[in-house]
């Protein structure tokens, strides 16, 4: 009996003043309140790009017209609040490097994303004395601002020649391994388009027409009509 | 040897007691549970804090492995907007690459935490020879649990999660003992070193991701979300019908990581494949 009463007043007295949370008793004791204040009031580096437009609106303008509409100005001028206090002009990082981080070729990548073999483009130059970065696509070739029809040999006009009245622009770059113009200066259709290929060999087969001449074996498409056997193959390459 | 209790007495005595302990045992909880249903929030303290809205936010997060494409500026504006360390071992938030060979086989990795892209020469060495089935991006962060094992464990009750919906720290509260580091299955959690410059200035207390909450209280988004060029990273309110996280949840077919754990997270996946951890 003596035992049953020690051990009553005993478990009794130890278990009384322990509750069963601790998060109200002494250190337990947390001002959850206090503490999310705290962090809700700890300062912004990044201002988002909105906050750009209001000096540098002619930028921001050509920004939101280009592909890189998507990339936040902070990306690469780096957090701009400190800019907006007056404290510190912005960093720009206009490397190659950093260009790399998103468009240099990489398996992971989605392959929709546009990548490049950073070994190959541009060699050592800086990406952005081709590109522009608020507009990418704004640097890229001119496209052929006139109609294609019945003018396939591109060269003709734009290669070499004598003095004319009023000059089509001259080729301002290399030939060499740019056989099919299109391929850059088209309109997007055109450099989609992939051009078939001669899928046989050519021995005996100087005169296309004979086989691909409208009601041959295998006629050319409506848009060739007009055009002799001397032109296909500066399209249409062999294999 | 007078006293001597005989075997019936010591199971009658003992059976007492036992009943008895336990019914003291039980006092203390049952009057808390009493007087715990009787307090109320308080609502006007609430109010104060920002004016948030306690009954309509609740955030959610959605990282999109179908676009990330591994530049890792998120882990760089995560480090500069929340003067989280430089170097590669302490991060709120890292890209991580996942590559599955044709053989079956995963490759994991992870340079620098994706702190600087993941282009750099020497560590794509390694990867030249593979047989690549397929291959993606997945960007990791705090998945803010709505059963979070980090707040179990605390030992002194420094790590909770906010009516909002973000597990947080109160860093002057915490010991670093680092007891949530260890149940954290996600490994969102990491010690200041001592080096460091933190905001509260704390140093060896446990840090982690509160997806910016300086920066959400404010109608903001974190700055990963912010800084992300190509959308792959989405944030919001999960209890805002028009919000971007709700619309793409309802529209794409979203996963968790270690959905078996029970941690209930917050962050979901778009374009999951089995095998990501």
Redesign the interface.
């Known amino acids: 009996m003596l035992l049953a009463v020690f051990l009553f007043v005993f478990i009794g007295l130890r278990v009384m003043p322990v509750p069963a949370f601790l998060e109200d008793f002494g250190f337990h004791k947390r001002d959850a309140q206090k503490n999310e204040q705290q962090w809700a009031s700890l300062p912004i580096n990044y201002a988002s790009s909105p906050a750009c437009a209001q000096c540098h609106q002619s930028n921001y303008t050509s920004w939101q017209q280009g592909d890189h509409r998507t990339v936040s100005c902070e990306n690469c001028h780096g957090p701009a609040n400190i800019h907006l206090e007056g404290k510190a002009l912005p960093v720009v990082d206009t490397s190659r490097e950093l260009c790399g981080t998103c468009h240099a070729k990489l398996t992971a990548r989605p392959a929709s994303f546009p990548q490049v073999d950073m070994n190959e483009m541009g060699g050592d130059s800086k990406c952005i004395t081709c590109h522009n970065p608020h507009d990418p696509r704004a640097g890229m070739p001119p496209q052929v601002p006139h109609t294609l029809e019945n003018r396939a040999q591109c060269l003709s006009c734009h290669g070499q020649h004598e003095p004319w009245l009023r000059p089509p622009p001259q080729v301002p770059h290399t030939l060499e391994g740019r056989t099919q113009c299109l391929s850059c200066h088209g309109p997007e259709v055109i450099k989609a388009t992939v051009v078939p290929r001669v899928p046989h060999t050519l021995d005996g087969r100087a005169e296309c027409l004979v086989c691909h001449n409208s009601g041959g074996i295998k006629p050319f498409p409506e848009n060739h009509a007009g055009r002799t056997s001397a032109t296909c193959l500066s399209c249409h390459q062999q294999g | 040897m007078g006293n001597k209790i005989s075997r019936r007495q010591l199971i009658k005595?003992?059976g007492?007691?036992l009943l008895?302990?336990i019914f003291?045992?039980s006092?203390?909880?049952l009057l808390?549970s009493f007087t715990r249903t009787e307090e109320p929030p308080n609502p006007a303290?609430?109010a104060q804090?920002?004016q948030r809205d306690w009954e309509t936010r609740y955030w959610g997060f959605i990282c999109d492995t179908?676009?990330c494409?591994?530049?890792?500026?998120c882990v760089v504006?995560c480090k500069?907007?929340?003067k989280v360390p430089w170097e590669p071992e302490y991060n709120r938030t890292w890209v991580e690459?996942?590559?599955f060979t044709m053989d079956g086989e995963v490759f994991v990795d992870s340079p620098n935490a994706g702190r600087?892209?993941?282009?750099a020469e020497p560590m794509?060495l390694k990867?030249q020879n593979l047989d690549?089935s397929k291959?993606?991006?997945v960007p990791k962060l705090c998945n803010q649990c709505d059963n979070p094992p980090c707040v179990t464990v605390c030992p002194?009750?420094?790590t909770?999660r906010?009516e909002d919906g973000v597990v947080?720290i109160?860093q002057?509260?915490c010991i670093g003992c680092r007891y949530c580091i260890q149940a954290c299955p996600y490994g969102a959690r990491y010690v200041l070193p001592e080096a460091s410059s933190t905001?509260?200035g704390q140093v060896r207390v446990v840090d982690k991701c509160?997806w910016c909450?300086?920066?959400i209280?404010?109608g903001?988004?974190p700055?990963c979300v912010?800084?992300c060029?190509?959308?792959a990273r989405v944030f919001g309110d999960l209890r805002d019908p028009d919000s971007p996280v709700r619309k793409m949840l309802s529209e794409k077919r979203v996963y968790v990581l270690k959905p078996t754990l029970g941690t209930e997270p917050k962050v979901y996946y778009v374009g999951f494949e089995k095998g990501v951890q």
């Open positions: 005595d003992g007492k007691t008895g302990g003291i045992l006092v203390p909880s808390r303290a609430a804090l920002d179908e676009k494409i591994g530049c890792g500026r504006a500069l907007e929340n690459r996942y590559i600087d892209g993941f282009t794509n990867y690549v291959s993606f991006f002194v009750n420094a909770y906010t947080l109160d002057e509260h905001h509260f509160t909450y300086h920066r209280s404010k903001l988004l700055a912010e800084i060029p190509v959308g």
